[in-house]
């Protein structure tokens, strides 16, 4: 996977910041070649991603660091993808507890992690050692939708 | 209801046995909470159906489906229907993800939504 270009974002833990996110997500996966769908599943997992990273890593407190990094890349079979960085200085919690529930348990709330997992092609959640959480993520075009 | 600055209700539409409500905009973790309260607000007056039309939701995320789970329940809960139209692909998309397209009456248009 080889890196090219990247773009930061620093948000505050604020509801109000994801539609800012949501048009630079957007607008980088069209530039990258991304269909409509694929698009809109990278700006949904990410949206999901800062959502979670609101509620439970900050308890809802509206003014905590965020960074979100975009990086173009390109993976397997040459297809050009986006790599994803969210950082939080919240709550630590085991990655190996981060799952996402059973679905046929129908309820609201818990299905943050269900649609990361189902969009993203990579995500790894991990505790940096200073502290806060890191989800890195990854989203490839999908085949034949790659442009230029 | 009385009218909130930052609602995501266009519209509210009384008839005989329905209530039309038409949303418009984003309905994300920023909206959600509100339109929750509002739209719990609706199903305490019980309508037979309650009937959300989706046409002019350009986006929604899984706090704004949690939203109409939470919703769904309380109209169930009284033996009322609660349908939803007008889905772009995008939001229909989230209730495929999570498997919730198979929980609700989901229907193209308002006609076929006052049909069911």
Do not use: W
């Amino acid at each position: 996977m080889s890196e090219t270009s990247s773009v930061e974002l620093n948000i505050a833990s604020n509801a109000k910041s994801l539609p800012v996110v949501r048009g630079a997500v957007e607008r980088m996966a069209a530039m990258e070649g991304f269909c409509e769908k694929d698009a809109h599943g990278l700006m949904l997992a990410i949206d999901e991603a800062l959502a979670n990273v609101i509620r439970h890593g900050y308890d809802g407190r509206p003014d905590q660091p965020i960074a979100i990094r975009l990086t173009t890349v390109t993976g397997p079979n040459e297809r050009p993808g986006i790599a994803v960085e969210v950082r939080d200085k919240g709550r630590q919690v085991d990655p190996a507890t981060i799952q996402g529930r059973d679905l046929d348990d129908v309820r609201a709330g818990g299905l943050g992690v269900h649609i990361i997992r189902t969009v993203m092609d990579e995500y790894d959640y991990s505790c940096p050692p200073a502290g806060g959480m890191l989800l890195r993520m990854v989203k490839y075009v999908g085949p034949g939708n790659a442009q230029g | 209801m009385a009218e909130k600055q930052n609602s995501l209700i266009k519209e509210i539409r009384r008839s005989d046995g329905a209530t039309v409500v038409v949303l418009a905009g984003d309905v994300d973790l920023h909206h959600s909470p509100e339109l929750h309260a509002e739209l719990v607000e609706l199903a305490g007056e019980r309508p037979p159906r309650l009937l959300l039309d989706l046409a002019e939701v350009p986006y929604m995320d899984s706090s704004g489906v949690g939203t109409l789970v939470e919703v769904f329940r309380r109209v169930s809960s009284y033996k009322g229907k609660m349908v939803l139209f007008g889905l772009n692909d995008r939001v229909r998309s989230v209730f495929e993800i999570t498997k919730l397209d198979r929980f609700f009456t989901i229907c193209e248009t308002e006609e076929q939504a006052a049909e069911t």
